[in-house]
């Protein structure tokens, strides 16, 4: 259904996802719920250039649930720049059959319903769903979020470590944990990548008892 068709107040409840109640905070992160994200986009500015396709993984009970997991291609409204198809090899021709960002919106917020987000640079991701979000429903994406780029930055930190040129990529974070290296640029390994990054990035962080939310959301 499109969501012109949709009543004010059903496009109210949809786009603003219960905010998180500051004793949730304090819950051990392996009792969250999360949803894992990733967009791969058309450029970097939110502002004018568009969603391709995104990727989410829900993470719950410290584990990846897979089976849950989603993808979905989005046909652009404009050209895509040669430079980005190079990167993530999303062709015009690829989606023209793809459904419209207005289309695949509703159930990618519908899947933060409840949980809290997670992404890698996870400030691209808010900054690109918040403006799709006030576009399509003229309503404000309201998801919290841990950021796995910030969780390695500090981890970092704490170790003493310089942060040298690419130290903080998705790859080379996941390197540092025993990862598996996955393609690039794709937004459900993407999104699968920061979920498993976060789980290792929390045991790290925790010690006789699991991390909770706020300490690694600070």
Same mark, same amino acid.
């Given at each position: ?6 009543? &004010? ?12 109640? =500051?004793? $949730?905070?304090? %819950? ?7 949803? =894992? ?6 450029? #970097?500015?939110?502002? @004018?250039? &568009?969603?391709? %396709?995104?990727? $989410?993984?829900?993470? %719950? ?23 980005? !198809?190079? #990167?993530?090899? /999303? /062709? ?8 419209? +960002? *207005? ?7 519908? &899947? ?19 403006? =799709?979000?006030?576009?399509? %429903? ?12 910030? +969780?390695?930055?500090? *981890? ?11 130290? #903080?990529? +998705? !790859?080379?974070?996941? @390197?540092?944990?025993? +990862?598996?290296? $996955? ?7 993407? *999104? ?9 990035? &929390?045991?790290?962080? @925790? ?10 959301? *600070?």
């Amino acid at each position: 259904m499109w969501l012109h068709e949709l009543g &004010a107040e059903v496009r109210r409840r949809l786009f603003r996802p219960p905010r998180l109640q =500051a004793a $949730y905070r304090n %819950s051990p992160y392996d009792e969250v719920e999360f949803l =894992a994200v990733d967009v791969e986009t058309t450029g #970097l500015d939110p502002t @004018s250039d &568009a969603i391709l %396709s995104v990727g $989410y993984v829900p993470v %719950s009970g410290g584990a990846v649930r897979l089976a849950d997991a989603g993808y979905h291609l989005v046909r652009p409204p404009r050209a895509i720049p040669e430079d980005t !198809a190079v #990167l993530h090899g /999303l /062709l015009e021709e690829n989606l023209r059959t793809a459904p419209p +960002l *207005a289309e695949v919106l509703p159930t990618v917020i519908e &899947a933060f319903r409840g949980r809290v987000g997670i992404a890698h640079h996870a400030t691209l991701e808010i900054a690109f769903l918040t403006a =799709a979000c006030r576009t399509i %429903s003229g309503n404000d994406f309201r998801v919290p979020f841990v950021c796995t780029l910030a +969780l390695e930055k500090r *981890a970092l930190a704490r170790r003493g470590k310089a942060v040298g040129a690419g130290d #903080l990529r +998705l !790859a080379s974070a996941r @390197s540092r944990y025993g +990862l598996p290296r $996955y393609r690039a640029h794709d937004a459900l390994n993407d *999104a699968l990548g920061a979920a498993e990054l976060f789980l290792a990035q &929390a045991a790290q962080a @925790s010690g006789r008892k699991p991390a909770t939310l706020g300490q690694l959301m *600070a």
